[in-house]
């Protein structure tokens, strides 16, 4: 059912392990989100939590940022146990706090953190708690007003790979080395030329998104472009889709994105062509039907859902079942076999029941 | 306003002429999108037509699959001044009566249109009338069904260059080099493969997307990665978003996947941050509000809306305007410079303003 894959070549890194999650290596390329109320709320938090591990959320971030959230981490913490990341930015007290408290692993931004000492204090003490830190960097944070005018002309992206293995050289001189890194910038280009040339100087796992990539209209086509380009060269371990909106569709997108490369399964995949002046039927309709019908099944099979005969069986033998629509009635395939008529109104249902007598392999 | 555009070194192509619209060389990338509906009704045909055209579409295929399509494309060329081009499939002869009925270019594919004196026949009469051929390969219509098996094991993406290189020798013994090719399957990886593959075999324009990718809720998510992981590579000259839906929504998203990586400019781009613990206010709600207010502005500007003071001015620097909620208030800057406050309802409002007084440059 997944023959493509580990089609894609995977840049070889580390392993770092967050709660029971595994980044790097060989692990499964990890999805996560973030939650997106007050850290203090811990009911609603919870709630959130929970919602996006239904959805396939592997790692939860939170926001720490002040005294309050730190301290609800304690109660967040025993609600649950998916992965949790806090995320820190201007005081290293909170990560101290927050490593008390059980989260899994700590984000820092270099742009933030930036005194020697307090970010030693920050190695220590996830050292001591044997837990990974994510150096995660943004292109606006990272670079200050001055030089920002200076990168927008000159490359961004090798400013920030170059404040990045800067500021990675503390950790060095920690012997730390379970570090996860992550370049963002809210510009597409910007962000795959960082992680590019950051791939070239160590072998860290990298968590790869587009950072501040606006609503769904505009970001889930940059975060797919994005963090689909890096996929596709072998690089990313972990994936964070950014919208601003519910993040429970961040990780959906997410799963589309890990699917749509042949990285990950998550159900049945729907293929249907866009129609055209030869289309038989009301294709969209019918799609959103199977859509929904096959909305239970777990398989990670292709299935398409074509509107003529010509274009059909043939242009969809890269799926595992599907119909295509003739005059009245549609032909059903397996791997570009035809099994058997149906009735339109009858699709779905064969879909399903084709989908639903699949054996597992 | 534009920093990004031309930071992607392009592939070195030929440049064909559609009607009024160049593909290749140093031409834009030009988007594509077909009628969906049956060729025959001439006037629901050219209101789909011009609303593609109002949207951005720049050039407009539609399916020919019989006489009486054909002979509707004598009708609709006098309703249009859009660069029409005809998709054949079977019949030759359907593609002779479309070029005499003035449209600007045929699409065949290799998979269908297989007789020698056929292919010779369509490209004589295009050669006469001076206008482009696209050889349109399909994964699945180019291998045949005992191939498919073979294929999907060993390499479609291969399978199918080999084909469409041995299908263009047709071409080149009749010396006629007014070609675009493309090269789609519905699986991404096997889709940017071929594409890959062929740009290193000839200078020929290329068409570029992924076919029959799904509903939008999939088909934007791999139409992104495709197209996107092959315009960052340089290689595309055109491109068609397939999606099962109105090919309005098409037309959308190739602009913003266009947009999305300083390709071409459509007006203003918003980036927002994804939210969360830190957020001050209902910034999905203000996006939504800004989006609104805004799709008048032609500037192709970045407008950041961020959803905290200490993310906001930093992260967003690479925004030529943009807010950071703050408690109660918002503050407004123009790249990374704080400029104002302004209370948070009138955050729209205020960014309409400064983006209609910036300077045109």
Redesign the interface.
């Known amino acids: 059912m997944n ?2 894959e580990n ?2 070549p995977r840049r070889k890194t580390r392993q770092v392990k967050v709660g029971k999650i595994f980044i790097g290596g060989d692990a499964p390329i990890s999805i996560q989100s ?6 203090e709320e811990v009911d609603l938090v919870l709630r959130q939590i929970e919602r996006l591990v239904a959805e396939g959320c592997e790692i939860v ?5 002040d005294r309050k ?1 730190a301290k609800a981490l304690q109660e967040i913490r025993k609600g649950t146990d998916a992965p949790l990341v806090a ?1 820190i ?2 005081n290293y007290r909170l990560a101290l706090e927050a490593i008390d408290n059980g989260v899994d692993k700590v984000r820092v931004n270099p ?2 953190l930036r005194e020697k000492e307090q970010v030693q204090a920050v190695i220590r003490k996830a050292k001591a708690a044997g837990i990974p830190i994510r150096v995660g960097a ?4 990272i ?1 200050r ?1 001055g030089e ?2 200076r990168a ?2 000159s490359g ?1 992206a090798q400013a920030m790979v170059d404040r990045v293995a800067d500021y990675l050289t503390l950790f060095e001189e920690e012997d730390f080395g379970d570090i996860v890194i992550s370049l963002k ?6 962000t ?1 030329r960082a992680y590019e040339l950051m791939a070239e100087r160590c072998d860290y796992p990298f968590h790869v998104g587009i ?5 769904p ?6 975060s ?3 963090i ?2 890096l996929l ?1 060269e072998g690089i990313g371990d972990t994936v964070r889709v ?4 519910d ?1 429970v569709d ?1 990780v959906r ?1 997410a799963k ?2 890990l699917q ?3 990285l990950r399964g998550f159900g049945p ?11 038989h039927g009301d ?2 309709s019918i ?2 039907e199977v ?1 929904e019908k096959l909305s239970t099944v777990s398989l990670p099979i ?1 299935v ?3 509107g003529c005969e ?2 059909g069986p ?6 595992d079942i599907g119909v295509a629509l003739g005059r009245g009635h549609a032909v059903l395939f397996r ?3 035809v099994v058997r008529k149906v009735r339109l109104q009858e699709v779905a249902d064969a879909l399903l029941l084709e989908a639903t007598s699949l054996p597992e392999e």
């Not at 973030?34 to 850290?39: D, Q, S």
């Not at 971030?61 to 940022?65: D, G, I, M, N, S």
């Open positions: 023959a493509r089609k894609i973030m939650t997106k109320l007050p850290t971030r939170l926001a720490v940022p959230a995320d930015h201007l742009g933030y943004n292109s606006g944070s670079l007003a920002m005018g927008r002309l961004m910038a809210s510009d597409v280009v910007e795959v950072t501040a990539c606006g609503p209209s505009t970001g889930i086509v940059a797919s472009m994005g689909g380009h596709l950014s919208l601003t909106g993040p961040e997108i589309r994105i749509g490369l042949g995949m729907i293929i249907s062509c866009p129609t055209c002046g030869r289309c294709l969209v799609v959103q859509e292709k398409a859902v074509m010509v274009n043939g242009e969809a033998a890269e799926a791997t570009g076999m």
